[in-house]
């Protein structure tokens, strides 16, 4: 995906491609964009749009437009690029401190979830970030407030990735079911006892409200999108789906609209579970 998030001296921004300058500030996504156009040249850009699933909200649509223009893009082009991010149907997100969520439970649909819906626990299967997470709650209490990017306690993603590996492993107390302490001093003991159940809170209360279910779409009504979905990517990794227009209705119990939908969507081949298409053909 060109338009990318990135993080320039622990502060989040956006890019345009692996290489791209990192802008980072209230317009950095805009200043991504206008550099792909540049780049690309309006032409490609438009082809590119109808291509990739890129964070790019309703709103942003006409500054595209804009800069597309100002790079010498034709009436046509510049059509094409708003069909196609107007069709747009969302994104995927990894999973961060600041996008997790645990959904309502009847914030979830009912209908249209997955063939291999299951419970996924972020504290269990993201032990390293999470007991980072835990520590600092348990030093600031009822002030604490999950880090923002920017802030000196916020790991950067470097960070993120070494503290769930064997390079970043510390010995530390784990808990069994009742409670009872256990040190893992290795890391291949920290491995055995996550498979028996182990927590790092002598309270597994703590962890509730941690825990979410994968390929069961959920409501966002706080947005940018009208829903969201867990699911595995490629990597067997869980990320964070994003799609359908918060504006609009679904009409599948129109014949007319529902063909057209599907058509337009080539819903006959919607692509794999972590990309938004999937998820809203399969709403329609």
Known sequence: ???????????SGWKWGDSGKCFVGPDAKKKAIKMGITIEGPKKFSEMASEHEWEIEESEIEYVLECAYEAGASFAEGSCISIALLTNEGWTEEITEDNFVVPA????????????????????????????????????????????????????????????SKD????????????KGHMAKTYEDHLRMKKMGYTHEANAAEYKGRKVTLNKPFRTP????????????????????RFGDPNMKIKKSNPARRKSFRARHNCSNPGPKWKARYWSCKAW
């Open 168 to 179: 970043g492993f510390k010995p530390h107390m784990m808990y069994d079911k009742d409670g």
């Open 222 to 241: 706080g947005g940018p999108k009208k829903s969201a979905v867990y699911t595995k990517n490629e990597k067997g990794n869980v990320v964070l789906v």
């Open 1 to 11: 995906m060109p338009l990318k998030k990135c993080n320039e001296d622990n502060k």
């Open 105 to 164: 439970g009847e914030d979830y649909y009912e209908g249209y979830e997955g063939d291999d819906v299951e419970e996924w626990d972020i504290a269990a299967n993201r032990p390293g970030l999470w007991e980072n997470i835990r520590r600092k709650k348990e030093r600031e209490g009822k002030k604490y407030r999950p880090a923002k990017p920017g802030d000196k306690d916020r790991p950067d993603p470097d960070a993120w990735k070494k503290a769930q």
